[in-house]
């Protein structure tokens, strides 16, 4: 198996991630500002990239199995890129590896962080929604508009009767 097949899986994964995070960074602004048309566009852009990104994640897996296979090292089918580093003999593949792993991790670290922000926007938007709808749907004879106290019924039952017995 060769390790140069993986390291260019390895490379567009990298490349489709970098590009996930752009779209991310993207959303961002698009919350704030209440841009529903470009959110749309922008995430319908991230779904072709998602997909993508899952076919070479396959790709690397299914290629990282075969190489590991290939070694007769079947306990690390699991495919991680810090045990090809280990098992890779020449320094210019390792280093290559290394690279990518620090890459890929910081990409997606990163992209864990903008994709966070980005569903507390939402949230924050939701809960904006939701106390306006509360606001608009409040029964006019609330608690909160004035009433003559002696009109106030409030917290009394005119059914309620105390009772006595013991």
């Given amino acids: ?14 490349e489709v991630y970098d590009q996930l995070l752009a779209l991310a960074k993207e959303k961002t602004p698009y919350l704030v500002h209440n841009k529903v048309d470009l959110l749309n566009a922008t995430i319908q852009k991230e779904r072709k990239l998602l997909k993508t990104a899952e076919e070479l994640e396959q790709q690397r897996m ?10 007769n090292m079947l306990r690390y089918k699991g495919g991680k890129i810090s045990e090809m580093i280990k098992t890779v003999t020449s320094p210019y593949e390792k280093q290559r590896l290394t690279e990518l792993h620090v890459r890929l991790t910081d990409s997606l670290g990163e992209l864990k962080n903008v994709t966070q922000l980005n569903q507390q926007l939402i949230e924050q938007s939701l809960k904006f ?14 608690e909160y508009t004035y009433q003559h106290p002696q009109n106030n019924t409030r917290g ?3 059914y309620a009767r105390y009772d006595q017995r013991r």
């Fill in 62 to 71: 299914r290629l990282s199995g075969q190489y590991f296979t290939s070694l």
């Fill in 129 to 142: 929604i939701d106390y306006s709808i509360d606001l608009l749907m409040d029964d006019p004879n609330s």
């Fill in 156 to 158: 009394k039952n005119p």
């Fill in 1 to 14: 198996m060769n390790v140069e097949t993986i390291i260019a899986t390895l490379e567009m994964q990298a």
